[in-house]
């Protein structure tokens, strides 16, 4: 997923993920959140129906739009700008963000069992499960580049 991500320059890794992931993210979960509305109330009561999806996609909206923010207006810049002294608290609190993101993707996962189709499930509840697991596998690759790849260089350079 990530083989064109040029891991080695920080600077370069933070534009990276904000135009890879967060401009992904930002068109991924309205329309997720939207699509799974409609097929909650479209099939109410129906066996495998994933209530309570939208629900949490519409939280993770708002949830990740904050922590993006943050990242874009406060840590980021201060990467490319070669890092400081404290710069391990913001990311201390951008990790707990991602932990929080990981309890709701097993959320997801639960609601939608995995996410597994029903039998005959239609066009839309197709399109809805296609997307999770997108966005499942985008949120993955994001929190790791950002976890294993980018933070560490700035939490040794300031213990």
Do not use: M
């Given at each position: 997923m990530a083989e064109d991500a040029p891991i080695h320059d920080a600077a370069e890794l933070t534009r990276y993920i904000e135009?890879?992931?967060?401009?992904?993210?930002?068109?991924?979960l309205p329309e997720?959140?939207?699509?799974?509305?409609?097929v909650e109330m479209v099939h109410a009561g129906a066996?495998?129906?994933?209530?309570?999806?939208a629900e949490v996609l519409?939280?993770?909206?708002?949830?990740m739009e904050v922590h993006m923010k943050k990242e874009e207006?406060?840590?980021?810049?201060?990467i490319r700008a070669g890092g400081h002294p404290g710069l391990e608290h913001p990311i201390t609190a951008m990790r707990?963000?991602?932990?929080?993101?990981?309890?709701?993707?097993?959320?997801?996962?639960?609601?939608?069992?995995?996410?597994?189709?029903?039998?005959?499930?239609?066009?839309?509840?197709?399109r809805l499960y296609a997307g999770v697991e997108?966005?499942?596998?985008?949120?993955?690759?994001?929190?790791r580049l950002e976890n294993e790849v980018l933070f560490p260089q700035f939490e040794q350079a300031t213990v």
């Open positions: 135009t890879r992931y967060h401009a992904r993210h930002r068109e991924q997720l959140a939207e699509l799974s509305a409609k066996e495998g129906v994933p209530a309570g999806l519409s939280r993770l909206i708002g949830e207006l406060i840590l980021f810049p201060a707990a963000d991602h932990d929080n993101h990981e309890t709701d993707v097993e959320r997801i996962r639960a609601i939608t069992g995995g996410p597994t189709l029903p039998e005959g499930a239609c066009r839309s509840w197709t997108e966005f499942i596998a985008d949120l993955t690759e994001h929190i």
